[in-house]
Nanobody, 125 residues
Framework: QVQLVESGGGLVQAGGSLRLSCAAS????????MGWFRQAPGKEREFVAA????????YYADSVKGRFTISRDNAKNTVYLQMNSLKPEDTAVYYC??????????????????WGQGTQVTVSS
């Protein structure tokens, strides 16, 4: 079982940066692929970024490519989402998720087995 706790959200002006962290419990973190999703008010939850269990492969939604970077530190059981050049449309609750890994990244929500509670990111114009 993996429990996930996000942190690092907050209020930032457009053009600013935030780094989200997701701390995982358990001793098997390195066997999970990880992902970040977000849900804006009135919208469905959407994929943002994913990273393989080893950290060697990453994938991004087109809307964040070039601005966001996903990374992980398996020694610290933590996955990060560095968000730069933030836009008002990035405002959402951000969730991290863990998927049993078969050596690849996962883009679909149903592939993920464990979810955090979410952290609010608000970008003002």
């Amino acid at each position: 079982q993996v429990q996930l706790v996000e942190s690092g959200g907050g209020l930032v002006q457009a053009g600013g940066s935030l780094r989200l962290s997701c701390a995982a419990s358990g001793r098997t973190f390195s066997s999970y692929a990880m992902g970040w999703f977000r849900q804006a008010p009135g919208k469905e939850r959407e994929f943002v970024a994913a990273i393989s269990a080893s950290g060697g492969n990453t994938y991004y939604a087109d809307s964040v490519k070039g601005r966001f970077t996903i990374s992980r530190d398996n020694a610290k059981n933590t996955v990060y989402l560095q968000m730069n050049s933030l836009k008002p449309e990035d405002t959402a609750v951000y969730y991290c998720a863990a998927a049993r890994s078969f050596g690849r990244v996962y883009l679909v929500q149903s592939d993920y087995d464990h979810w955090g509670q979410g952290t609010q990111v608000t970008v003002s114009s």
